[in-house]
C-alpha cells in the first residue's frame, strides 16, 4: 500500500511543482487569475479536510481497544467532512463553469481545474474505500489484533489529506 | 504440457514465426527505399510495403497472443480448453483472412481494394496500423469474440488464478478497444483522438497486461519461485502500467488539436510510464536470481531476461527520451519515433511472444527443453536479433537528431528531402543493422530443426 | 504500519487504480470533446473537404507522409502543406508523379480527376487551419 | 495518548488560520511567502508522523515521506522566490 500512496505523493509532487514553475513565466496572470478564486470556501475545505483525518486517528485509536461500534461512528464522522468537502468543491467548480472558466481558458485555471479534480477524485476513492472499512468495521471485522484494513484506509485519507494541505496554500493563498 | 488441449498453441506459433519472418523481410525492402528510393517500384512502393510491414507485425504478434493464451490459461484452470475444435478453426480464419488482406495490399491498388470491401458502406481504412479492410476488421473481432467465449469458459469453469484473470482482462481489452477503429469521424481531430484509443490503449494499456501475465507464467514455470510472490508482482506492474498508461494517452494528445492541457497531463502521467517496465526487469531478474530449480531451458529463461531489459530500454527510455512535450515539439514524427516504436515493439511483445514460444514448443513437441545444440542456436539467435535491434534504434536515433536539427532547429531549416539525403549513411547502416537481424531470424527457425540428444518431458 | 503488504492489497489497487484512472481519462475527454469546437476548425469541414477525406484515406497517403506528426516517416509532412505550397503546387504535383528519376523516392500516381483533386486540397487546406499548438516548428514540417 | 491527537488537530486549524490570515493581511507578496511555507512544512509533518504515525516505523518509509514533503515545499519555495526577483 505504501508504495502506492509513494506513487501518488510523486504524481501530486510533480504537477505541484509544475505549477510552481509554470508561475514563474507568466506571474501576472496566475495571480490575477488567483483572485478570482473562493479563498473561503478553499479555507473551509480545509478545515473539513484536517478535521476528517483527526477523526479517522480516533477511529484507529478505538479499533485497537476493540471498540468496533465506535470506530465506525468515527469513520462516518470523518466521512460527513469528506462529502461536506466534495459538495463544497462541486458548488466551487460549479460556479468557474458558470462563469465560462474551463481548463483551456489559461495556464492558472488548467492547474486549479485539473488539479482540483484529479484531488477531488481521490477525496471520491478515498471515501469508497473508508465506506467500506466502516462497513465492515460495523459489523465487526476487524479486532484489537487484526485492524491492518483500518489502517490501510487511514493512509490512504491521511494522503488525500497531506495532498490538499500543500494544496491549498500553493493555489489558493501564496502570491 | 499437461492437458491435449494446450497442443493447439502450436499452430499458432507456427504461424507468428512465419509471418514474423514475412515482416523482417517487408522491413528489409523498406528500410533500402529509404537510401535507393526507386527499389521495386512501381510493383511494390513504400507505402504497400510499410502497410504490409506494420500489419504482419500485428497479425503475428496477436498469433502469438492467441496461441499463448491458449497454452497457459488450460494449464492455470486446470482442465481441457472448452472447445480445441472452436480454438483450430479460428486458427484457419484467421490465418486465411490475414493473408488474403496481405495479398489484396500487395496485388491490388489500395483504393481499388477499399471499393470492393464495402470501404464506402463504412470508412475505416487508410489510417496508420488501421489499414485492413473491413471485412478482415468484422475477422477480427469474430476471431476475437470466439476466443474469448471459449477462453472464458475454461476459466469459468476451472481454477481462477491471478495470471489467468489477467490474461483474460488483457484479451477482453484488446478486443473492446479495437471496437474503437469502426469509429472514423469526418472531423480530424476526433479521428485521431479515438484512433489512439485503439493504438495507445492497446500498446501502453492492455497489451502490458498480456505481456506481464505470459511473463509471470513462464517465470513460475522456469524458476519454481512460489506463485503468491510472482502474482503480487504481476499486480503491482500492470496496477502501475495502467495508472500511468491511461492518462499518459495524452502524449499523443500534443499536437492534434486536443486542448493543450494534454501537454501537462501527458508529460506528467508518462515520464511515469518506465516504472512498470523497470519493474519487469527487476522482477524477472529478481525471480531467475532467486530460482528454486534449474530449468534445463535455459534459452526460455534468456528470453524472460531479455524481454526485461529490452522492454524497459525501448519502451521506457526510449519513450522517456521524448514523451515531455517540450522535446516532443521537436522530435514528434522524426527518425526519434521509429527508432523508440521499433525497440520498443520488439523489446516488449516480440521477445515476449519469443519466450512463450521457448518456453512452450519444447514441452508441445514431447520434451522438457530441446538438445542443447538446438539452444545454443537458438541463443545464438536471441544475440543477434537483439544486438542487431539496438543497432538498428541507434542509427535511427542519430538519424532523428541529426533529421530534427537540420530540418526544424537551424536557422535556415532544410527542406524535408534534403534533409533526408543528409542522413543517408545513418539509413545504410540501419540496413546492415536489419541484414543482421534477418540473420539471427533465420538461425532463430532454423534452431527448431536441430536435433540432438534432448531431455526427456517432465515439466 | 503493522500490516504486510498481500496479494490481495495489491489486486485492490490494480483494479481500483484501473477504474479510477480510466473515469479520469473519460472526464478528461468529455471536457476536451467540450472544447475542441474552438479548435478542430469543424466550421470548414465542408463537404468537399470530408470527400478529400476520403480520398487521403483510401490512397493510403499515411502509408509514406505524416498527417500533425502520425503516419509514415517516408516523406513530408502534410498538415501544413497548404501554406507550404498552396493549392496549384498541390495540384500540379499530384498530376506529375511518379518523377521517374532515377533512384530517388517514387511517389505512385492516383490518377484523380480535377474534382478530386479539389477535394484534396480543401481537406488539406482544412486540416492546416486546424489549432495544432504551433506545431510543427516551421514551415518545412 | 488520544489528548495528543486532539492537540495536534488544534495546531493545525490555528496554522491554516494564520495562514488564511496572512493571505488576507494585505502584506506584501514576499512577506507572506516564508511564514506559508513554514506552517505548511509543519502540518505536513504533524500529518506524516503524528496522522500516519510514520515516527517510529520503519525508517525508510518515514524518510521518503518526509523527504518528498522537503523537496516539495522546498522548490515550491524556490519557484515563488524567483519569479518575485
Known amino acids: 500500500m505504501w508504495f502506492f500512496i509513494l506513487a501518488e505523493l510523486l504524481v501530486f509532487g510533480v504537477f505541484f ?73 462541486l458548488v466551487e467548480f460549479g460556479a468557474k463553469l458558470e462563469a465560462g472558466i474551463t481548463m483551456s481558458t489559461n495556464t492558472f485555471f488548467m492547474f486549479y481545474l485539473g488539479l482540483g479534480f484529479f484531488h477531488f477524485m481521490h477525496v471520491v476513492l478515498g471515501m469508497v474505500i473508508l465506506g467500506a472499512v466502516t462497513l465492515k468495521a460495523w459489523k465487526g471485522g476487524y479486532s484489537a489484533t487484526s485492524y491492518g484494513g483500518v489502517e490501510t484506509g487511514a493512509a490512504y485519507w491521511h494522503m488525500v489529506d497531506l495532498v490538499w494541505i500543500i494544496l491549498f496554500p500553493l493555489i489558493y493563498v501564496l502570491h | 504440457m499437461k492437458y491435449k488441449s494446450q497442443a493447439v498453441a502450436k499452430p499458432y506459433f507456427i504461424a507468428a514465426i512465419g509471418l514474423f519472418l514475412g515482416q523482417i523481410v517487408f522491413g528489409l525492402i523498406m528500410g533500402l527505399q529509404y537510401v535507393v528510393g526507386d527499389f521495386l517500384f512501381p510493383a511494390i512502393p513504400f507505402n504497400v510495403a510499410r502497410m504490409v510491414h506494420t500489419n504482419l507485425l500485428i497479425v503475428w504478434l496477436l498469433f502469438g497472443f492467441m496461441g499463448a493464451a491458449y497454452y497457459l490459461i488450460p494449464e492455470e484452470s486446470e482442465r481441457e480448453l472448452h472447445s480445441p475444435k472452436l480454438a483450430l478453426a479460428m486458427f484457419w480464419i484467421f490465418l486465411v483472412a490475414g493473408a488474403a488482406t496481405i495479398l489484396g495490399y500487395l496485388l ?139 492518462i499518459g494517452t495524452g502524449h499523443h494528445y500534443y499536437w492534434i488539436g486536443a486542448p ?40 526460455a529463461v534468456l528470453w524472460a531476461l531479455g524481454t526485461g531489459v529490452m522492454a524497459f530500454l525501448g519502451a521506457g527510455v526510449w519513450g522517456f527520451l521524448h514523451t515531455l512535450a517540450p522535446v516532443n515539439f521537436y522530435t514528434h514524427g522524426s527518425q526519434i519515433t521509429a527508432a523508440h516504436g521499433h525497440m520498443a515493439f520488439y523489446g516488449a511483445y516480440a521477445m515476449v511472444v519469443m519466450t512463450m514460444i521457448s518456453y512452450t514448443m519444447p514441452l508441445m513437441r514431447g520434451r522438457a527443453a530441446n538438445s542443447r545444440s538446438a ?19 541507434l542509427f535511427l536515433t542519430a538519424a532523428g537528431i541529426l533529421q530534427i536539427w537540420l530540418q526544424r532547429v537551424a536557422a535556415e531549416p532544410m527542406s524535408f528531402m534534403a534533409a533526408q539525403e543528409q542522413v543517408a549513411l545513418f539509413y545504410w547502416m540501419r540496413e546492415v543493422a536489419g541484414l543482421v537481424f534477418l540473420i539471427g531470424v533465420l538461425l532463430y527457425i532454423g534452431s527448431f530443426f536441430i536435433k540432438g540428444k534432448s531431455e526427456a518431458a517432465t515439466a | 504500519m503493522s500490516s504486510a503488504f498481500t496479494k490481495s492489497a495489491a489486486r485492490n489497487i490494480f483494479y481500483g487504480g484501473a477504474v479510477f484512472f480510466f473515469l479520469l481519462l473519460l472526464g478528461l475527454t468529455f471536457d476536451t470533446m467540450n472544447t475542441l469546437p474552438k479548435r478542430d476548425n469543424r466550421a470548414n469541414l465542408s463537404e468537399s473537404a470530408l470527400r478529400g477525406k476520403h480520398i487521403w484515406e483510401t490512397r493510403n497517403c499515411i502509408g509514406c507522409h505524416t498527417m500533425m506528426g502520425e503516419g509514415a516517416y517516408f516523406a513530408p509532412e502534410l498538415v501544413n502543406v497548404y501554406t507550404r505550397r498552396g493549392p496549384d503546387f498541390i495540384k500540379t504535383w499530384m498530376k506529375i508523379q511518379p518523377s521517374g528519376a532515377p533512384g530517388r523516392r517514387q511517389m505512385p500516381q492516383f490518377h484523380l480527376d480535377e474534382q478530386q483533386l479539389d477535394d484534396l486540397v480543401s481537406f488539406l487546406k482544412y486540416a492546416s487551419e486546424i489549432n495544432t499548438s504551433k506545431w510543427p516548428p516551421n514551415i518545412e514540417g | 495518548m488520544m489528548k495528543a491527537a486532539t492537540f495536534q488537530w488544534l495546531i493545525l486549524l490555528a496554522m491554516t488560520a494564520v495562514a488564511v490570515g496572512l493571505s488576507q493581511a494585505s502584506l506584501s507578496d514576499n512577506a507572506i511567502l516564508a511564514p506559508v511555507l513554514l506552517t505548511t512544512l509543519v502540518k505536513g509533518r504533524i500529518v506524516i508522523d503524528r496522522f500516519m504515525a510514520l515516527q517510529g516505523a520503519i525508517a525508510p518509509w518515514r524518510w521518503v515521506v518526509l523527504g518528498w514533503l522537503v523537496v516539495v515545499v522546498g522548490l515550491i519555495g524556490y519557484a515563488f522566490h524567483m519569479a518575485q526577483t
Request: glycine content about 6%.
Open chain 1, 17 to 89: 511543482l509544475a505549477y510552481a514553475f509554470a508561475r514563474t513565466r507568466n506571474v501576472e496572470l496566475f495571480n490575477a487569475s488567483q483572485l478570482e478564486l473562493d479563498q473561503l470556501s478553499g479555507a473551509i475545505n480545509t478545515v473539513l479536510l484536517i478535521s476528517s483525518s483527526y477523526f479517522v486517528v480516533r477511529a484507529v485509536d478505538q479499533i485497537r481497544h476493540d471498540r468496533s461500534r465506535s470506530c465506525a461512528y468515527w469513520l462516518i464522522a470523518a466521512m460527513t467532512c469528506g462529502g461536506t468537502f466534495l459538495a463544497l468543491k
Open chain 2, 108 to 246: 491490388v491498388p489500395y483504393a481499388s481494394l477499399a471499393k470492393w470491401t464495402g470501404n464506402d458502406l463504412l470508412a475505416t481504412m487508410g489510417r496508420e496500423f488501421l489499414e485492413q479492410p473491413l471485412p478482415t476488421k468484422i475477422g477480427i473481432v469474430v476471431v476475437a469474440l470466439a476466443m474469448l467465449y471459449n477462453l472464458s469458459m475454461t476459466v469459468l469453469r476451472g481454477r481462477k488464478t491471478t495470471i489467468n484473470l489477467v490474461m483474460l482482462i488483457g484479451l477482453w481489452g484488446l478486443a473492446i478497444f479495437f471496437l474503437f477503429s469502426f469509429y472514423n469521424p469526418g472531423n480530424l481531430v476526433k479521428d485521431k483522438y479515438y484512433w489512439w484509443w485503439v493504438v495507445h490503449l492497446w500498446v501502453e494499456g492492455v497489451w502490458e497486461l498480456i505481456m506481464g501475465a505470459m511473463l509471470a507464467f513462464v517465470l513460475i514455470k522456469v524458476t519454481g519461485v512460489d506463485r503468491e510472490v510472482i502474482e503480487k508482482w504481476l499486480y503491482v506492474i500492470i496496477a502501475m502500467a495502467l495508472i500511468t498508461g491511461l
Open chain 2, 260 to 299: 493543450e492541457y494534454w501537454q501537462w497531463w501527458g508529460s506528467v502521467f508518462s515520464a511515469l510510464e518506465p516504472i512498470p517496465f523497470f519493474m519487469m526487469t527487476v522482477f524477472a531478474f529478481n525471480m531467475v536470481n532467486r530460482r528454486r530449480r534449474e530449468h534445463p531451458n535455459k534459452a
Open chain 2, 375 to 393: 539452444q545454443v542456436v537458438e541463443m545464438w539467435s536471441f544475440w543477434l536479433m537483439t544486438v542487431a535491434m539496438v543497432f538498428i534504434t
